[in-house]
């Protein structure tokens, strides 16, 4: 590795949270580098909503400006893939899968999630599209339309009274989920929900376009969109060197899928290793996966201006009074 190869903060993942962080730091006069492979979570969906100033913009379109921006400050940005970042001296080793390694005193890790989806034939192929897990990201475009609900577990009635806020047309389908209490059955009646019982065993598409959900009794009923509640599971591999394990990830008492656990600023339990976005929180939708990283890149700001005032102290050397 070259001077050239030295960076103050590697961003690994360029999605919403990577690219804000990188632009933070850029604009803090940092040597920045952003190593991104390339597939947001939201790439499957036509447009991403929610964000102030950027409402109905294509998943490309946004990581596409995001990029530019942090261009415009100097901040690299490089496509790739990040197989390991490792200690190496008082700084971080970060391989890549092209063969090539750089250095940074820090590293920002933006990586996601993945989202396992419930084992449906026909729901892979139609998730983001017609098969959605977030009413926030996509209800607006489904309102009023037929809507299911697939059960999952004792929370699966909640999502469906949350889905009836877009739609008085909306059924749960019980599946392999947790029986509905008699309470939450009650909720589900008062506001016209439909409860189907007995497992579902495909989804019918037309044209890409889903128009059914078929149970295993032979019953069809008639469908234009379908929750879902997938595991999310932190793309965090790469930590794996440094004994940075996911843990799970408790939403409304329930696990919903792994996280990595860091402070309030996104510090890992490694020193010089912060986290943001999906990766440490599951629910994080686009501004607040943003949000995070704007909080973890002023951190690790702050902790590479305190190790180079102490390197400045030292130089001249004098030592700080305790
Ligand atoms: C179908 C769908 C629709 C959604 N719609 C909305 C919406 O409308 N509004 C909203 O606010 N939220 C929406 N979301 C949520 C949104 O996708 C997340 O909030 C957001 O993507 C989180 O940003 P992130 O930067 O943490 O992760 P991501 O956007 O997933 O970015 C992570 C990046 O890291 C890269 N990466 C992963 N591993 C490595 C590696 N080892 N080396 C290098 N790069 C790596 C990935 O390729 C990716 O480019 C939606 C989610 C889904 C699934």
């Known amino acids: 590795m070259t001077q050239d190869d030295s960076y103050d903060v590697v961003v690994v993942g360029g999605g919403a949270a990577g690219l804000t962080g990188a632009l933070v730091l ?9 190593v991104d492979a390339g597939a947001p979570r939201n790439a499957p969906a036509g447009r991403v909503h929610n964000v102030l100033g950027h409402e109905g913009v294509t998943p490309r379109g946004l990581v596409d400006t995001g990029r530019r921006e942090v261009e415009g400050f100097g901040g690299e940005v490089r496509d790739g893939r990040v197989t390991t970042v490792d200690r190496d001296g ?25 989202d396992h989806l419930p084992d449906v034939p026909g729901a892979a192929a139609l998730w983001g599209t017609g098969v959605l897990h977030c009413p926030y990201c996509h209800g607006w475009e489904v309102r009023d339309r037929a809507i299911g609900v697939l059960g999952a577990g004792v929370q699966s009635a909640v999502q469906a009274l949350i889905w009836r806020q877009w739609s008085d047309d909306v059924v749960l389908f019980t599946h392999t989920g947790a029986p509905v209490t008699p309470e939450h059955r009650a909720l589900l009646d008062a506001r016209g929900v439909r409860v189907v019982d007995g497992e579902v065993a495909r989804l019918d598409a037309v044209d890409g376009t889903l128009t059914a959900v078929r149970l295993a009794t032979g019953d069809v009923v008639a469908r234009d969109a379908l929750a879902v509640a997938p595991r999310f599971v932190a793309n965090a591999d790469v930590l794996a060197a440094l004994g940075v394990e996911p843990v799970d990830q408790v939403v409304h008492g329930a696990v919903r899928g792994t996280h990595v656990p860091a402070d309030p600023t996104g510090l890992t339990a490694v020193p010089g290793v912060w986290v943001a976005g999906n990766a440490a929180d599951v629910t994080a939708q ?9 909080a973890a890149a002023t951190a690790i700001n702050v902790d590479l201006v305190l190790e180079d005032a102490r390197r400045a102290l030292r130089a001249t050397g004098a030592h700080a009074a305790s």
């Open 26 to 34: 850029a604009r803090a006069r940092r040597r920045v580098l952003v």
């Open 90 to 114: 008082d700084a971080f080793r970060v391989d890549l899968a092209d063969g090539t390694a750089v250095r940074a005193r820090r590293v920002l890790v933006a990586t996601g999630l993945t």
């Open 286 to 294: 686009v501004v607040v996966a943003a949000a995070q990283a704007t």
